[in-house]
């Protein structure tokens, strides 16, 4: 089995003070435990990167990359799939459509099959993904 990870999920594991942080520390625990192939993209993790250096430092920051990055095996994004995740995001409309992060890693679980998506971003219900950790 394996899940895809959003940085909304490395957010909330990495933050003790996000609203969803127990329920994703014992989501990730459990997907690590039961050595589950756990897939994210490039983009996501410099997302979660950026994000978790610019608001918790450097000391989160290395923790996000020693124990949750290393648990990780991550999809690089190429030009064709750069590309049509583009399209879907010129195509969607306003502001309060998928980010181009969020449309890439629609379109990497489409196509690695991925069983289940661990996220709290509200993109990826209705989209017909299993999410987990909730």
Not at 98 to 114: A, H, N, T, Y
């Amino acid at each position: 089995m394996s899940v895809y990870v959003d940085s909304s999920a490395f957010l909330a594991v990495a933050n003790s003070q996000d609203e969803q942080h127990e329920p994703a520390v014992r989501t990730w625990q459990g997907l690590v435990d039961r050595r589950e192939q756990i897939l994210t993209t490039n983009y996501v993790a410099v997302e979660a990167a950026t994000l978790i250096h610019s608001r918790h430092g450097i000391p989160a920051l290395r923790r996000f990359a020693e124990d949750l990055l290393s648990a990780v095996l991550i999809e690089w994004i190429d030009p064709p799939t750069h590309s049509a995740a583009m399209a879907a995001v010129l195509a969607s409309g306003g502001k309060e459509s998928p980010s181009l992060v969020d449309c890439v890693g629609f379109e990497i679980i489409r196509k690695s099959k991925v069983d289940r998506v661990f996220a709290y971003d509200r993109h990826f219900e209705g989209r017909g993904f299993e999410l987990i950790g909730r």
